[in-house]
């Protein structure tokens, strides 16, 4: 067990919709990550956030958002549901920023299916 | 552009056998190199990591991984291989200056037999 909780497992809903991925990084990590993971991108980085603030941004669509919050939870908003957002989402946190705190701890998923 | 490779989708290998499975990276600056491995139906698990220093990390369950830098490669090894070592290898190179986003390579699925 990492440390790392995501909500929920499994999502399973319809084309244009929109849903909401929830993380909860380990107790004292202040940096949160999310991953995508699909069998035709591989695992590819979306968005980083470290203390609420944003610092990274990867392959994310406009369709899509995230937050941190102050208790240092994140969210991760889909909107507009396509058939090709159906993935594993990943959550991962480490303690900060800086090569030597970048170990990051990876949460189970959470498996969207879009249908 | 930073990437990593991992040129084998499957590696296998005889439960008790070494096994190696390979990684080559392209990044600008200082490479810094991870393993991660994913079970099925399981979140990515921390192996071990090249930051700087031995070329040689020793990392999780046995595990080491060979950083070379004349050949750019950073590949996984294990003297003698489980059943239970079956599963989703992920080599990463982290994009650092700030972003520290890792960029996974394709991974290679390690099928062990017994």
């Known amino acids: 067990d990492s440390g790392v909780t995501q909500t929920p497992k499994h999502l399973i809903t319809a084309t244009g919709q929109r849903v909401t991925l929830r993380c909860s990084p380990r107790?004292?990590?202040?940096?949160v990550y999310w991953y995508q993971q699909s069998l035709d991108q591989g695992l590819q980085f979306l968005i980083q956030?470290?203390?609420?603030?944003?610092?990274a941004k990867g392959n994310i669509l406009e369709r899509f958002s995230a937050q941190q919050f102050p208790d240092l939870h994140s969210e991760l908003n889909l909107s507009s549901l396509e058939l090709g957002d159906s993935a594993l989402y990943f959550c991962?946190?480490?303690?900060?920023?800086?090569?030597?705190?970048?170990?990051?701890?990876f949460g189970p998923g959470t498996r969207l299916t879009v249908l | 552009a930073q990437s990593v490779a991992q040129p084998e989708d499957q590696v296998n290998v005889a439960e008790g056998n070494p096994l190696t499975v390979k990684c080559t990276y392209s990044?600008?600056?200082?490479?810094?190199l991870f393993w991660y491995v994913q079970y099925p139906n399981r979140g990515l698990q921390f192996l071990l990591k090249?930051?700087?220093?031995?070329?040689l990390v020793k990392g999780s369950y046995g595990f080491e991984a060979e950083f070379n830098k004349s050949q750019t490669s950073f590949h996984l090894k294990k003297p003698s291989a489980l059943v239970s070592d079956s599963a989703l290898y992920f080599c990463?190179?982290?994009?650092?200056?700030?972003?520290?986003?890792?960029?996974f390579g394709a991974g290679t699925r390690l099928a062990v037999h017994p």
């Open positions: 991962a946190s480490s303690v900060g920023l800086g090569i030597s705190y970048n170990e990051q701890f």
């Open positions: 107790s004292g990590d202040l940096s």
């Open positions: 956030y470290y203390n609420g603030e944003e610092r």
């Open positions: 990044v600008s600056g200082n490479p810094y």
């Open positions: 090249y930051i700087t220093g031995d070329n």
């Open positions: 990463a190179s982290l994009r650092g200056g700030g972003y520290n986003k890792l960029i």
